[in-house]
């Protein structure tokens, strides 16, 4: 890997940066909550740097951002003991509770959290190097995410307000929790990833232990007490931590559902970490390879613009980024020409600067591992084909362009995670669709092309590999209400709005059989309203 001395020049003096974005100060924080209170830790602590540097004196310095816990076993389990109180074998307040009560208990969160967006925004920015608009726009995708969740939720309710009648038998069907469940986000999207499994998770009455992800915690300082007041206690835990506590979480038994969204490796680890794994009902995003297709066919100036930015959005660090593209042999020439282009007209730089799209990295040490990749595939016949491809400075790594790819490459079977592309020619089709057949990953994958026969003879095959086909564009989640899943090590469970609010419950149902005094008993509870899953109330 080769160090670019002007790469360090992006780097700003301590004066340099806007004052809008000013350096924060160091956020030290030792409390964490469990069990409705703010608990001052007085163990070890985790400093926290962000990937920005500053410059003085010719050298590049870390900017501290501050400290958080670092807790163990103890803390876990204290977390689990609370959420287990909170759940108290499902007839705990919050799992009892009303469907209109939950949602105002979320809805009061969620204007208490809008009040903090700037404060949120600002640590995300500094801690995971995300482009600050970028930040924005998780911010709020993250409240309207919530806020079609509820909507989503108040249909799920309206539709299981009556009772059916079938064969002599009156019911009533509800969705009910499942129980105490642990939310584990990804540092790429630390507070919208997150929210996708904690606010249904919550919504259908389980209690949760939130463990933030390990870049992109301080941003969950300015929710403490958000979370704190407006649940009850217990049903909202909040803890830092690694391995050493989160694996006695696991082992504890008590858990009922894990949702986890990072590598799969670390979710099977913790699935094997449950005593009880028949019990355990797991929500899980993980590993992503997905390829585009470039036919023959394709419109070279759109097909080269949304891979390009499918590829390096957030320089790469997605789930959903193009991480290989195939392009056929005939256009390969013009379309490396046109995409080399796109990549050098791509900003780099920190975060608030307008338009950025290539920022510094988080994860320590990967820029070494991206160097490693670029290395290896020339070893093995590939070629940097973009101007200062590869090079690094500091935290930043210049996409890397590496062309042709082969199967003897690491980068052709590994997710990087970062923006390093391969790009593989090919002239019979089987190439890319062997390789979706072969590849341990099922998320997503693109197809460009203009000719109909074309694009029916690959959905048809690829449907069956991947979970989404996207033609003549980028891989994305969005919309929301849209399925997101992958098949084999990409994903289990579902999550979208109408799918997560299932995921995180289960259909229960009061039975009784349609004798007159039991359409009376029936109908004196739900006249008194005596009950909340016996109710024919409908939600506004």
Known sequence: MTTNADMLTLFPDAQDVPEAHALPEPVELRGYL??????????????IDSPVEIRRNGSLEPVRLGSCPQLDAQAGLAAVEAVRQAWDHGMGLWP?????????RVEAFTGRMIE????????????????????????????????DTVDALKDLDRASSRFVIEKGIYAQIRRAP??????????????????ATLIPALLMGNPVILKPPRLGRLLYVPLMEAFRDCFPAGVVNVVFGGRSMVGPIMASGIISVLAFIGSSDAASALRKAHPNPNQLRCILGMGAKNPAIVMKSADMELAVAECAAGSLSFSGQRCTALKILFVHEDRLD????????????????????????????PEPGKCTYLGMLVSDAIAHGARVVNAGGGQSGGSLFHPAVLSPVNADMLVYHEEQFGPVVPIVPFRDMATPVNYMVESPFGQQLSIFSDDPKEVAGLVDPLVNQVCRVNINCLCQRGPDTFPFTGRKDSAEGTLSVGDALRCFSIRTLVAAKGTDRNKELLAAITREHSSNFLSTDFIM
């Open 34 to 47: 469990v069990g409705g209170r703010i608990i001052d830790w007085d163990g070890p602590m985790q400093q």
């Open 178 to 195: 499942l129980g105490p469940t642990l939310c584990m986000g990804p540092y790429n999207y630390p507070l919208n990833e997150t929210f």
């Open 96 to 104: 009892t509770l009303s469907v209109a009560d939950r949602i105002s």
């Open 334 to 361: 013009e379309f490396v020409e046109r995409f080399v282009d796109a990549v050098a007209a791509m900003p780099m730089g920190m975060p608030w600067k307008d338009g950025v799209r290539i920022t510094p990295l």
């Open 116 to 147: 903090k967006r700037e404060a949120i925004v600002r640590l995300m920015m500094w801690e995971i190097c995300k482009p600050l608009d970028e930040c924005r726009v998780e911010f709020d995708r993250t409240v309207e995410y919530i806020r």
